[in-house]
C-alpha cells in the first residue's frame, strides 16, 4: 500500500477546456494508495473529465498529472497497463454471453485460452454470476450488467480503479452487492477512485472524500472531518401525531431562526443547529404548545448537508452539462 508521502493520484493545477467551456479549472488533487478516495460533485462540475484525463482518455490542456508514479500524457502506456475504469455506462457486449465476454478480454489480455477461461470462470463465480455465465449479457438486469462490467476491469488486476458511478440507476440490492465488491476489491489491496452522486455510498465506503465543483476541489477530508466542517448539528424531531407537523416547524422557524427540513415521513422535521443551547429551548416550546415529540436526537450532518453547505445546490443538481462533460 503506498503512503501518502507516495500517493497514487497526484495532480495539481489540472486544466481542461472545452469551447468556452472550462470544464475542468485548476483542480489540485493527491489522492493516497489504498482503501476508497471518494470523488463527489453535481453534475457538470467536472468529475468525468478528470477520470478520462487521469485514466489517459483525455489530455489535459495545463497542468501536471501523476498516476502511480507515471505521467499521464509522456508515460501513457506505462498508466494503462496498471489502472482499471469502470465509466457509467455498461462496456460490455451485449450480444455475447457473460463467460463469451470475459474469456475475450482475457485472451486480448495475454492470457492462453486456458487461463482464459479458467480466469472468466473464476470472476463469474467471485461476482455471483456463475449460473448465468452462459446467457447473453442482452438478457441481464441492470444489476448482473454492472457486476459483469467491474468484473471485465479486473480480468488483469489493476493496481488502481476507477469507477465512475457504478451504482447509478441500480435498485438498492444491487447497490449494495457492488458495494461488497468495491470492499473485496480494496481488500485484495487495490485502490479506488470513486465518482458518485449518492452521498450516502461516499459515506459508506470512502476513506476520504473530495468534493468538487466548477472543476475545482473545494473541500477534502474524511467523511468525519467533512461533517465537522460545517460548524453545526442536526437536530432531528420524530413527533407523535404528523397532524401536529406544521405548528412544530412554525416553533422551530421562530427559536432556531435557521431553515428547517420536512422528511418524507409526514411526521419528521430536521434542522441545523449551530447554538446547541437552544435546543432546550425547542424542547420547553413544543411542550408548552401541546405538541407531542416521540423522539428528539442530535446528529453530525449528513454528507448531503455537507455538500448543500459546501456548493449551494444538491448533489443531483443538473446545471446545464456541456454535451461534451457527462459529469
Do not use: C
Amino acid at each position: 500500500m503506498n503512503s501518502a508521502a507516495n500517493p497514487t493520484i497526484e495532480a495539481h493545477g489540472l486544466v481542461k477546456v472545452f469551447g468556452t467551456t472550462r470544464a475542468v479549472d485548476g483542480l489540485d488533487l493527491v489522492v493516497p494508495g489504498g482503501g476508497v478516495y471518494g470523488f463527489l460533485g453535481p453534475n457538470g462540475a467536472g468529475k468525468t473529465t478528470t477520470i478520462r484525463i487521469l485514466a489517459t482518455l483525455l489530455r489535459p490542456d495545463e497542468g501536471v498529472v501523476q498516476v502511480l508514479g507515471h505521467d499521464v500524457v509522456d508515460e501513457a502506456d506505462a498508466v494503462r497497463s496498471r489502472v482499471s475504469l469502470t465509466g457509467q455506462f455498461a462496456s460490455v457486449d451485449a450480444e455475447l454471453t457473460a463467460r463469451e465476454n470475459l474469456v475475450l478480454l482475457a485472451r486480448l489480455l495475454g492470457h492462453s485460452g486456458a487461463q482464459a477461461r479458467d480466469r472468466a470462470d473464476g470472476l463469474l463465480g467471485a461476482f455471483g454470476l456463475a449460473d448465468a455465465a452462459g446467457r447473453l449479457v442482452k438478457t441481464f438486469s441492470g444489476g448482473m450488467r454492472r457486476r459483469l462490467d467491474i468484473a471485465a476491469s479486473i480480468v488483469v488486476t489493476p493496481e488502481l480503479i476507477f469507477l465512475d458511478e457504478p451504482t447509478t440507476g441500480l435498485d438498492p440490492r444491487s447497490r449494495n452487492q457492488v458495494w461488497d465488491i468495491v470492499k473485496a476489491l480494496v481488500a485484495e489491496g487495490a485502490t479506488v477512485l470513486l465518482t458518485t452522486q449518492y452521498l450516502d455510498e461516499a459515506d459508506h465506503l470512502a476513506d476520504r472524500i473530495a468534493v468538487i465543483d466548477h472543476g475545482r476541489v473545494i473541500a477534502e477530508g474524511t467523511p468525519g472531518e467533512l461533517k465537522s466542517s460545517v460548524g453545526s448539528s442536526v437536530l432531528q424531531i420524530q413527533l407523535g401525531d404528523a397532524k401536529q407537523r406544521q405548528r412544530a416547524l412554525e416553533v422551530l422557524i421562530r427559536i432556531l431562526e435557521a431553515p428547517v427540513q420536512l422528511g418524507s415521513d409526514p411526521a419528521a422535521l430536521s434542522a441545523s443547529v449551530s447554538d446547541p443551547g437552544r435546543i432546550t429551548a425547542v424542547f420547553s416550546e413544543l411542550h408548552r404548545a401541546g405538541i407531542e415529540i416521540e423522539q428528539l436526537s442530535l446528529a453530525q450532518p449528513s454528507l448531503d448537508e455537507v455538500f448543500l453547505a459546501l456548493t449551494g445546490h444538491s448533489a443531483d443538481d443538473d446545471r446545464g452539462t456541456n454535451k461534451k462533460e457527462i459529469a
